[in-house]
């Protein structure tokens, strides 16, 4: 059975710093194509950022120069560096697979795996 598990979500002071991880089981991640979404209440689920296969990124304008994705596929494991942070980064994160894999897109309804998402506050 695939599961995705994010973890590193909390709370921090505006231009903090948090590293989001999202460890994969029952497949493996490199076969995949893998995106982070966030969530704020009241608001759609956007996508932040993804990664195909071959390592290739895409970033949403408003986490672009701030925020890195990335994976290591040892360790099966997916990571959303995010630096310089401010409060409109509040929300629930979650990590995402897409087993067709056709590249490095943030469209929501491509990813068929989600994982529970873990929360991040930035304070002002």
């Known amino acids: 059975q695939v599961q995705l598990v994010e973890s590193g979500g909390g709370s921090v002071q505006a231009k903090g710093s948090l590293r989001l991880s999202c460890a994969a089981s029952g497949y493996t991640l490199n076969k995949y194509c893998m995106a982070w979404f966030r969530q704020a209440p009241g608001k759609e689920r956007e996508g932040v950022a993804a990664?195909?296969?071959?390592?290739?990124?895409t970033y949403s304008d408003s986490v672009k120069g701030r925020f890195t994705i990335s994976k290591d596929n040892a360790k099966n494991t997916l990571f959303l560096q995010m630096n310089s942070l401010t409060p409109e980064d509040t929300a629930m994160y979650y990590c995402?697979?897409?087993?067709?894999?056709?590249?490095?897109?943030?469209?929501?309804?491509?990813?068929?795996?989600w994982g529970q998402g873990t929360q991040v506050t930035v304070s002002s």
């Open positions: 995402a697979a897409h087993p067709g894999c056709g590249g490095a897109y943030l469209t929501r309804s491509l990813y068929s795996v």
């Open positions: 990664i195909d296969r071959a390592g290739s990124t």
